[in-house]
């Protein structure tokens, strides 16, 4: 007889749509859903991921003829919808030249100087801290070795941009 052992790891939302350690009771739901799929010999064991929240700091130079102010707002426009945790999978990874490219296709940005991601950990945050700049190799921010997502929590307030003059 072969007994062969599944995990799936799961997040949650709030109300809010920010991501939260999915319930006890939510992963026994799964759990018993999912028995109805699976052979006798089978476990299924339902885990809950991490979840990395993260900042976004941006500098870009304007193009002569575009208000700066427009420019940076339809930046930051195209940075949350990027963001958007409908777009994240667990393990997924941020590529820093795809933040790179969104910003060059906003019109009115002539380039981008600098694009930094850092860690939000505490208080509305996640409880997890997460070394970024350890976790950044070739332009690429990888999740940990555990299954985790990153998340912008408050795009408001964590996707930060400034215009610049060289």
Known sequence: MLFRSISAYILAYNNSKNIIQASTT???NIKTYLSEYKSLTDAVNIKNAYYINIGVNFDITVSTGYNNRDVLSNCLIALKEHFTID???INQPIILSDINSILLQVKGVQSVVKVEINN???GNYSPYGYDI???TRNGVVYPSLDPAVFEVRFPDTDIQGRVVTL
């Open 120 to 122: 939000k950990q505490g």
């Open 87 to 89: 777009n994240w999978q």
């Open 133 to 135: 700049s350890g976790a």
């Open 26 to 28: 939510l992963k026994n």
